[in-house]
């Protein structure tokens, strides 16, 4: 056996091109082990991010379809003149959710806005209001108060439903998005030579039936795998905060109560214009003036719209729990899964003997295997006796992916204080993750008026409520995606970003 070059030189079956051929067998065979093990955990997080977009996006469209529904005889002309603000605030609502670079607070804003100086012109046909007066009349809304408080709470409510749903979803996305990439890693080359005299060297020495020692396959793998176990703290830190937001989703931002109510919290804030219309169009008149009447004449559309409004909405709470509570059981069955990867490897794939066998392959021969089983993480291989591995070598790709986790788990941190951190390299990431639902173009693009290239995150901060405000003090701004991601190859990234 003097020829071989990876495997013990003693009596051998193999000639040098057999041990080539097992080398290459043996690295696609381990290679195709942790994408295929890689490929379970994907299925799992990509399933679950299936189940609660298809349920969000269920909300919304009943929502939606419920408005359409009942409001055109509920209110006549001030729906069927106005159908495409209503329209324009779903496609909005749904453009954020997929991530897409608008500010959910401005879009409420300009709901409001939009439909107050609309319902205005349409419950006071007799005057000719022009788009100055309309100026105007908006100046003064916020302290009229033409809607009651529904504005101001459905900004509250949603805006947080909204940011928890949203960044919920995506860190299903980015959490498989990182195992997909990191199971693609190739094996070094030591690693491809320790993998063959695990897995084939028996083979040579005419032991083809004898399993590897359970320690032994160990410290190979945990050499081989030493990167990917340092994503272990960052992917706890991930299926933690999952976990966090989704107990929010399904408590004090519950979307079920939210969002599959949106219609009904806007037929009430419509009947507070109408039941107000008299007092507030006289305040108004006090602070812009009286309007030229119009030579059209009065309609009496409004005052056969009249009565209140009796809408309901179908609960899917229990569906929303049995979500929330699969995922948990999930997230935390994954938890660990970067540092219980090589004993899953070894017991499942590799086949090791049990840790006591004294007749197992330990590298040599068959006998017992005596060296200690190295800890996780690149650190922890310096002394291993298996693997060669350059500790000062971090993989870049690795640590870019520890980046994402990072990132993920920080905008999730504020989405469980109702703030909202706006990383634009992320949301382009994501952004082809949606149901499908689209939009015009011209609804779509009209306040994208930065480049994306060009724009700073943002947080947005929740609306305060009396006595139950956000403290803006919590609320962090982080530096770009793209920024993080140079800092962690230079390894030098910043202390704010580490707990």
């Known amino acids: 056996g003097e020829h071989l070059r990876i495997c013990p030189q003693g009596y051998t079956c193999c000639t040098s091109e057999m041990e080539e051929n097992f080398a290459n067998k043996s690295r696609s065979e381990f290679e195709a082990m942790v994408k295929e093990a890689g490929r379970s955990v994907q299925a799992t997080l990509t399933a679950q991010h299936r189940s609660f977009d298809s ?118 996305l980015v959490g498989s998005d990182v195992v997909r990439k990191v199971s693609q890693v190739s094996l070094s080359q030591e690693c491809t030579r320790a993998i063959m005299k695990l897995m084939y060297c028996p083979h040579c020495r005419g032991m083809a039936s004898v399993r590897p020692c359970n320690n032994y396959c160990l410290n190979v793998v945990k050499g081989c795998l030493a990167n990917q176990a340092d994503l272990s703290t960052e992917w706890k830190y991930l299926m933690d905060s999952l976990m966090g937001v989704a107990d929010r989703i399904d408590g004090p931002y519950n979307v079920d109560t939210v969002i599959g109510t949106i219609h009904m919290r806007i037929a009430e804030a419509i009947s507070n214009l109408q039941e107000n219309k008299d007092s507030i169009t006289s305040k108004v008149f006090q602070g812009c003036g009286n309007p030229k009447i119009s030579t059209k004449g009065s309609s009496s559309e409004d005052k056969k719209r009249r009565g209140k409004v009796t809408l309901e909405a179908k609960s899917s709470a229990q569906a929303l729990e049995m979500l929330v509570l699969d995922a948990k059981g999930n997230l935390t069955a994954l938890k660990t899964y970067w540092i219980t990867l090589p004993s899953s490897l070894c017991s499942k794939k590799v086949m090791a003997s049990s840790a006591s066998d004294d007749k197992c392959w330990n590298g040599m021969t068959k006998g017992s295997y005596l060296p200690e089983v190295m800890g996780d993480g ?87 409520q009396s006595g139950h405000g956000v403290n803006g003090a919590s609320s962090r701004s982080l530096p770009s995606a793209s920024l993080l991601l140079l800092l962690s190859v230079a390894v030098v990234a910043p202390q704010h970003l580490w707990r």
């Not at 639902?437 to 693009?445: A, E, F, N």
């Open 378 to 464: 690149l650190a922890n291989q310096i002394n291993n006796p298996e693997v060669e591995v350059d500790i000062t070598k971090p993989d870049m790709t690795i640590r870019q992916q520890i980046m994402q986790l990072k990132i993920m788990t920080n905008r999730l941190g504020n989405a469980n204080i109702g703030n909202d951190v706006d990383f634009q390299d992320t949301s382009d990431d994501m952004s082809g993750s949606g149901s499908g639902d689209s939009c015009p173009d011209d609804v779509c693009g009209k306040r994208l008026s930065k480049s994306p290239s060009t724009r700073q995150p943002e947080t947005h901060a929740i609306p305060k």
């Open 55 to 172: 349920y969000f996006q269920d909300l919304l469209n009943k929502s939606e379809k419920a408005l359409y529904d009942a409001f055109p005889s509920l209110y006549g002309e001030l729906y069927t003149q106005n159908a495409k603000v209503f329209k324009d605030l779903y496609s909005e609502l749904r453009r954020y959710y997929r991530s897409s670079n608008i500010n959910l607070e401005e879009a409420l804003n300009e709901f409001w806005t939009r439909l107050l100086e609309r319902l205005f012109k349409l419950l006071n046909p007799q005057y000719h209001i022009t788009d100055e007066y309309l100026d105007c009349m908006v100046k003064h809304a916020e302290q009229h108060k033409p809607f009651g408080e529904v504005p101001r709470e459905l900004k509250v409510k949603a805006t947080r439903a909204f940011i928890a749903a949203r960044s919920y979803a995506q860190g299903f």
